[in-house]
């Protein structure tokens, strides 16, 4: 194995006298097969392509980019494994200290909008050499999107760039479709029925066909009505199989989105993760403080695909889609052995997963030939009566890698999907599950115990959480350990009300969690609750719906989530009494917090007690030392 050459000089030692494509990428070059620059170089490779990687280009200067001249084929760019704009700010829109996908953890090696920066350079620089984009940045920007880093409606990236062309979603089969079409000579302009892809043409030379015609771009900027059924029209035809044409005019040009790709099969998903990675970050940066990004997927395998899950504030369903695929037992075992061969391996598997973990099959066997049902989903507000639910094939696959020659412990850290795990009708993979692959805490995500609000999410109601809690624990007890769920919570997020918040901290004392930390919903390109955001609007009803928007009532939100917290103890008292919930507010067993010093409110008899319970588990336990967050939000 090799890493792939990141100079000219590694270009003319290899014989080579150009490569045929530059891979530009946002990110420090990780040759890993959870980076999406690693997995699409390697592809390329194997099929016999030139490719040299081009990572965090100097954009203040034109060296970078003409480093290896003029590609044979073409240009392939994305901003990295993340959005940059999520990479660089907060959900406050303030910059961050850190960027672990960066030598170093530093700031800096990137500009805002990548995708957009890195392809008007390469344009302008070689304007007749084809510029392909891709990746998660681009992929959720292919259509008209709200930009909620400056507040406006943006076109889509390929208008905004300049590029020819946009592969969306897992770009396997589309790159390699593209590269032969080039490398057979085939103008990029021509490139107009892949699968997988957009482009822009002159609405003059668009050639009518069945499509799903969304409102312009001119029309999503001057109504919202108009973006939520934007919306509502390109998550619905985000399937494989039974997935239309959608386009949408920008202008004198008109967008065109094909049909999505087909999913990998298990053969070719195997082959894609056993391709000759190095596994780490490339050498150049051991001197820098290496990538840190690499230290949670270092030992960790992905054995899946796609998320029938499809909550409502995750891009993974417009971007991977909502088909679940997976590699087999076999390919998985393979990979571990690797693992188990590095001399860094201490005997500890970090995570079999992927965008969720539990997930080994189709939600049903009717979307194999109909496609996922349009407007609906599997498992909220409740589970579909198709749903087919088993985890043998899974806990198959645990068991067989934790009898793996040095092998300790296989642990699951992407999470997994309790209301999926409740329609089982055997408990045998939770009982298995708590056993041997918990280190002590269960990462799962309710996100919020208000019904409403869990619509607006596209989440299950919270009796399923306490069903779920209620198993886990008697579960632990049984088997005399000590473990905690760590459930992760939303503030926020659009149908939240302050009253929902109130409800929302008082499960959290009912529950006895205090979170370390507290994730305000983020809106970006791509998503449901991006749309609401921006719109008011629910795109499948047009109901309008409250959206909190300043900072102070995403404050007020975000500090009732922590209520226990000295720092938020003004803004909780501001919170419950705007809300009118000053029986929150005193001494008694539910109060959330005491009065402020001075506060000299009239008190009357019974102020100490807070209104009637509820209901809650009968579940009880301590506060778990730690309740950070992990990378998933999957439960």
């Avoid at 084809?130 to 406006?152: K, Q």
Wanted: proline residues 7%; aromatic residues 8%; hydrophobic residues 30%.
């Amino acid at each position: 194995m090799a890493f792939l050459p990141i100079s000219m000089e590694e270009v003319t030692a290899r014989g080579w006298d150009a490569p045929d494509f530059v891979l530009v990428t946002g990110d420090a070059y990780v040759d890993h097969n959870t980076f999406g620059t690693a997995i699409i170089s390697r592809v390329l490779e194997s099929h016999g392509y030139r490719v040299a990687i081009l990572a965090q280009p100097d954009w203040h200067n034109d060296r970078d980019f003409t480093r290896f001249g003029r590609p044979k084929l073409g240009f392939m760019v994305n901003s990295g494994n993340i959005d940059s704009m999520v990479a660089h700010y907060t959900t406050a829109r303030k910059r961050r200290s850190s960027d672990a996908y960066s030598p170093g953890r530093k700031t800096g090696y990137r500009p805002d909008r990548a995708v957009t920066v890195y392809t008007r350079a390469l344009k302008r620089i070689y304007p007749d050499v084809p510029v392909i984009i891709g990746g998660l940045e681009a992929s959720l920007r292919r259509f008209a999107h709200y930009d909620y880093w400056d507040n406006s409606v943006h076109p889509s990236i390929l208008v905004e760039s300049g590029a020819d062309l946009l592969s969306f979603g897992m770009g396997e089969k589309q790159t390699i479709l593209i590269a032969d079409r080039l490398k057979n000579g085939e103008s990029i302009r021509s490139m107009t029925n892949i699968k997988g892809t957009c482009y822009l043409v002159p609405v003059s030379e668009y050639q009518p066909g069945p499509a799903a015609e969304c409102p312009s771009f001119e029309q999503v900027c001057a109504s919202k009505r108009d973006y939520a059924i934007s919306c509502r029209k390109q998550q619905d035809e985000q399937d494989a199989v039974r997935g239309k044409r959608v386009i949408q005019r920008h202008g004198h040009q008109m967008l065109v989105q094909n049909p999505p790709m087909e999913p990998l099969t298990t053969e070719e998903l195997d082959a894609v993760y056993e391709l000759p990675y190095e596994g780490t970050y490339h050498p150049i940066y051991e001197p820098m403080g290496g990538v840190p990004a690499i230290e949670e997927v270092e030992f960790s395998i992905t054995h899946n695909r796609g998320c029938f899950g499809a909550c409502n504030f995750c891009s993974i369903a417009f971007h991977q889609g909502r088909a679940v695929t997976t590699r087999s037992e076999a390919s998985v075992l393979r990979e571990a052995r690797k693992l188990t061969q590095r001399p860094t391996f201490k005997g500890y598997i970090h995570d079999v997963g992927g965008p969720t973990a539990n997930f080994r099959h189709p939600s049903c066997e009717k979307q194999k030939t109909q496609g996922l049902c349009k407007g609906k989903k599997c498992l909220a507000p409740k589970a579909c009566p198709a749903l087919q639910a088993d985890h043998r094939e899974y806990l198959h696959l645990l068991r067989s890698l934790r009898e793996l020659p040095g092998v300790k412990k296989v642990f699951i850290r992407s999470g997994i999907r309790y209301d999926y795990m409740l329609q089982d009708k055997s408990d045998e993979f939770l009982r298995e599950l708590v056993q041997y692959h918990v280190s002590g805490q269960l990462r799962v995500a309710p996100e919020h115990c208000s019904s409403h609000v869990l619509d607006c999410m596209g989440k299950p109601h919270i009796e399923l959480y306490r069903q779920f809690q209620k198993k886990f624990y008697a579960e632990t007890k049984r088997i005399q350990k000590e473990q905690y769920l760590v459930p992760y919570l939303m503030s926020s997020h659009p149908g939240s009300t302050l009253q929902d918040a109130i409800e929302l901290a008082q499960f959290l004392k009912e529950e006895h969690l205090r979170p370390e930390q507290v994730q305000d919903f983020y809106p970006t390109p791509g998503t449901i609750s991006t749309c609401m955001f921006y719109t008011g609007l629910d795109p499948y009803t047009l109901k309008e719906i409250f959206v909190p928007r300043t900072d102070h009532e995403k404050g007020l939100q975000r500090a009732l989530l922590q209520y226990y917290e000295p720092k938020n103890h003004r803004a909780v008292v501001e919170a419950l009494k705007k809300a009118g919930r000053t029986d929150l507010i005193g001494t008694g067993p539910k109060c959330l917090v005491r009065p402020l010093p001075g506060d000299l409110s009239p008190k009357k008899k019974g102020d100490e007690k807070t209104w009637p319970s509820r209901g809650h588990s009968d579940v009880r336990r301590k506060p778990p030392k730690s309740n950070r967050r992990g990378k998933g939000r999957n439960g």
